[in-house]
């Protein structure tokens, strides 16, 4: 019930963490809440960027992806002014994205670090980290017997998402700035096979729809839903209806159905807490920072910073003094808000955002007239076309 570094969390950043740590030989052991199975079945993610298939190409860990993952380069955006598409492969940098789910990514990196010799512990809740501000910081757990533990560690990486242990014992000092983007999507998992071979976005007076491959069997539809609304709140039927509606199917090709297999929903909120590193308690991924989905950005962000704090901690441990952790905060943080920003962009892009009741002023007309000249311009403007595909591969 000791590691140099306890890692809570066995999500996309917990687990390139562990698996970075390992190979440089320093002593961790991850400590996850659910149950094996659970981890690797957990669908969410699956646009990888390109910096994150570096990442995990450079560490070795890459092979799953490049073997059944599928490069993709163009988006398509429905609008009433008619579709355009956006080879986004070849605009910016000329980057793609690989299009693999995330509960395989798990799975390949969880077999990785067991391969190797990784030491996990499922069904062990964190339950709070103590004395994060001394050298000998704590985690008490609650064990798959339900028995309490105590675990000790020099550094505590807290990996566990948004709703961890690693958040709620954050100090006081911890500023968490957060934004509600006021709409909510119903994310649905289909079986069936995708119906358009890009990237497809809908923005439609009825709110947004979206279509995202996620393999040639399955495919991940979003409808922007009433907040609050009970994801049970609609018949199968009444979602393909409202999907072929507002990406205008009549128009432009019909939608292939299949059976709704998941379905849930999403506020679209985001949040950053600041700074990431609170003494011997550092966060990563979900748990530092929250992106809505709009723009993809979550799980690239949870890798790329699990490399950076790999670097840190091994630097740290070897030489004894952290001055590679005083930089980690900062160096995630610019990169976080980059994110961010542009997932706003794409969030007011996407959706008609309600004006307050209040507006007398016709504010959602005016929204709604701004939104339809930004589609207008990236559908003209080769400099914000590129502006955008750098953006959107890009993390
Ligand atoms: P998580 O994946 O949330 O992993 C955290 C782990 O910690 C979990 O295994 C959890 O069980 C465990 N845990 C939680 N609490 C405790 C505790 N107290 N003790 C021990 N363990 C605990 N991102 C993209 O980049 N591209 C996309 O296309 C995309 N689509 C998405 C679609 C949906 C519907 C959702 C919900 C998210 C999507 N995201 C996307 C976001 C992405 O899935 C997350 O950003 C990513 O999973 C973050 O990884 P993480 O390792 O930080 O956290």
Same mark, same amino acid.
């Given at each position: 019930?000791?590691?140099?570094?306890?890692?809570?969390?066995?999500?996309?950043?917990?687990?390139?963490?562990?698996?970075?740590?390992?190979?440089?030989?320093?002593?961790?052991?991850?400590?996850?809440?659910?149950?094996?199975?659970?981890?690797?079945?957990?669908?969410?993610?699956?646009?990888?960027?390109?910096?994150?298939?570096?990442?995990?190409?450079?560490?070795?860990?890459?092979?799953?992806?490049?073997?059944?993952?599928?490069?993709?380069?163009?988006?398509?955006?429905?609008?009433?002014?008619?579709?355009?598409?956006?080879?986004?492969?070849?605009?910016?940098?000329?980057?793609?994205?690989?299009?693999?789910?995330?509960?395989?990514?798990?799975?390949?990196?969880?077999?990785?670090?067991?391969?190797?010799?990784?030491?996990?512990?499922?069904?062990?809740?964190?339950?709070?980290?103590?004395?994060?501000?001394?050298?000998? @910081?704590?985690?008490?757990?609650?064990?798959?017997?339900?028995?309490?533990?105590?675990?000790?560690?020099?550094?505590?990486?807290?990996?566990?998402?948004?709703?961890?242990?690693?958040?709620?014992?954050?100090?006081?000092?911890?500023?968490?700035?957060?934004?509600?983007?006021?709409?909510?999507?119903?994310?649905?998992?289909?079986?069936?096979?995708?119906?358009?071979?890009?990237?497809?976005?809908?923005?439609?007076?009825?709110?947004?729809?979206?279509?995202?491959?996620?393999?040639?069997?399955?495919?991940?539809?979003?409808?922007?839903?009433?907040?609050?609304?009970?994801?049970?709140?609609?018949?199968?039927?009444?979602?393909?209806?409202?999907?072929?509606?507002?990406?205008?199917?009549?128009?432009?090709?019909?939608?292939?159905?299949?059976?709704?297999?998941?379905?849930?929903?999403?506020?679209?909120?985001?949040?950053?807490?600041?700074?990431?590193?609170?003494?011997?308690?550092?966060?990563?991924?979900?748990?530092?920072?929250?992106?809505?989905?709009?723009?993809?950005?979550?799980?690239?962000?949870?890798?790329?910073?699990?490399?950076?704090?790999?670097?840190?901690?091994?630097?740290?441990?070897?030489?004894?003094?952290?001055?590679?952790?005083?930089?980690?905060?900062?160096?995630?943080?610019?990169?976080?808000?980059?994110?961010?920003?542009?997932?706003?962009?794409?969030?007011?892009?996407?959706?008609?955002?309600?004006? @307050?009741?209040?507006? @007398?002023?016709?504010?959602?007309?005016?929204?709604?007239?701004?939104?339809?000249?930004?589609?207008?311009?990236?559908?003209?403007?080769?400099?914000?076309?590129?502006?955008?595909?750098?953006?959107?591969?890009?993390?």
């Amino acid at each position: 019930t000791a590691a140099d570094v306890v890692v809570l969390g066995a999500g996309p950043a917990g687990l390139v963490l562990a698996n970075l740590l390992l190979a440089a030989g320093i002593d961790c052991v991850v400590l996850e809440r659910a149950d094996r199975s659970h981890v690797q079945t957990r669908a969410r993610a699956g646009f990888l960027a390109p910096n994150t298939v570096r990442i995990l190409d450079r560490h070795g860990l890459a092979d799953g992806l490049h073997r059944h993952g599928r490069t993709h380069g163009t988006c398509e955006f429905r609008t009433g002014d008619g579709r355009f598409r956006l080879d986004y492969g070849s605009l910016g940098r000329g980057e793609v994205h690989t299009v693999y789910p995330q509960q395989n990514l798990v799975t390949d990196l969880l077999t990785h670090y067991l391969d190797a010799g990784g030491r996990i512990h499922f069904e062990t809740e964190a339950l709070s980290v103590h004395d994060a501000d001394g050298a000998r @910081p704590y985690v008490t757990t609650r064990e798959p017997d339900g028995r309490p533990a105590r675990w000790d560690a020099r550094y505590v990486a807290g990996c566990d998402g948004r709703h961890g242990a690693s958040r709620r014992s954050l100090p006081p000092t911890a500023v968490r700035q957060h934004h509600d983007h006021g709409v909510s999507w119903l994310g649905l998992l289909a079986e069936a096979p995708p119906s358009l071979d890009a990237v497809g976005y809908a923005v439609h007076d009825r709110g947004f729809a979206g279509h995202m491959a996620r393999s040639p069997q399955v495919t991940r539809y979003y409808l922007q839903y009433r907040r609050g609304a009970s994801a049970d709140a609609w018949s199968e039927e009444r979602i393909w209806d409202e999907l072929d509606l507002r990406m205008r199917a009549a128009e432009h090709g019909p939608l292939r159905r299949g059976p709704i297999i998941e379905r849930g929903v999403v506020d679209l909120a985001c949040d950053v807490i600041e700074p990431l590193r609170h003494g011997s308690l550092l966060l990563a991924g979900d748990a530092a920072s929250l992106t809505a989905p709009a723009a993809a950005k979550g799980a690239n962000l949870a890798v790329l910073e699990a490399e950076i704090l790999a670097g840190a901690l091994a630097e740290t441990l070897a030489a004894g003094d952290d001055a590679a952790l005083d930089r980690y905060s900062a160096q995630c943080l610019a990169r976080i808000w980059r994110a961010q920003e542009f997932t706003q962009w794409m969030t007011g892009l996407l959706h008609a955002i309600p004006a @307050p009741d209040s507006d @007398p002023s016709g504010g959602s007309f005016f929204q709604a007239s701004l939104r339809r000249a930004r589609l207008d311009s990236l559908r003209t403007s080769r400099a914000h076309q590129d502006w955008f595909a750098e953006n959107y591969v890009g993390v």
